[in-house]
Each structure stands twice: as C-alpha cells, then as structure tokens.
Nanobody, 127 residues
Framework: QVQLVGSGGGAVQAGGSLRLSCAAS????????MAWFRQAPEKAREFVAA????????VYADSAKGRFTISRDNAKNTVFLQMNSLKPEDTAVYYC????????????????????WGQGTRVAVSS
C-alpha cells in the first residue's frame, strides 16, 4: 500500500518560514516526479512546485518563484517544500503528490498527472 504522509504545516505570521515534508512508503519514486499543490477554502487545487528524478529539474508556479524551494531526498523517499517570506495568500492546505513516471514539462502542473496523494497539511499565514 502506497502512502504519502505530509507534515510541517502550522500557523505563522507574514514574512515567516515553514518547511513541509512528505514521506512516501510502499513504492519508490526516485525516478519519478513529486510535487506540491495547495487548496485554499472555496478555491480549486493549484500547482505550487514539482521536482523530477534526482532533483535536477524543478518547476514552480509564479506565486512560488523566489520564495519557495522544492527538494527531495531519494534515499528517504521524501520531498520537501521550504517556504520563505510567507504571505496571507499562501494560506491553504498543502498536498504532496507523486508518480513513478518522469513527467514532461507540460504535464507537471496538472493534478491528473499524479497517481498518489498525501492527506494534506494546513498552513495558515496571518498578517
């Protein structure tokens, strides 16, 4: 059984930082793509960042560029999202996602490209 367990969410003030982690078990994703999405209340799930394979290729949403960094530790089958300079509009439930496939760029931002999802970890940023 494949499981993705996200952690690291919490409540911070604007300008603060958080580091999210997502540990996978039951399948190895070292050659595939892993990503973070988020969903704010009454909004659609949106892409945040993705990393492919050994971490050499990363993709970010415009809202995340320059503030968030995605990375992975394939030895631990874990993906991370370092979030700095947080803003109130970053408030959402953050979901990690994974697939054993190495996604092409055009597929990276689509939730439907991922086969496995974590349970979500909540981030709340106050002004």
């Amino acid at each position: 059984q494949v499981q993705l367990v996200g952690s690291g969410g919490g409540a911070v003030q604007a300008g603060g930082s958080l580091r999210l982690s997502c540990a996978a078990s039951g399948r190895t994703f070292s050659s595939g793509s892993m990503a973070w999405f988020r969903q704010a209340p009454e909004k659609a799930r949106e892409f945040v960042a993705a990393v492919r394979g050994n971490g050499a290729l990363t993709v970010y949403a415009d809202s995340a560029k320059g503030r968030f960094t995605i990375s992975r530790d394939n030895a631990k089958n874990t993906v991370f999202l370092q979030m700095n300079s947080l803003k109130p509009e970053d408030t959402a439930v953050y979901y990690c996602a994974a697939t054993t496939r190495s996604l092409i760029l055009s597929s990276t931002r689509s939730p439907g490209s991922y086969d496995y999802w974590g349970q979500g970890t909540r981030v709340a940023v106050s002004s």
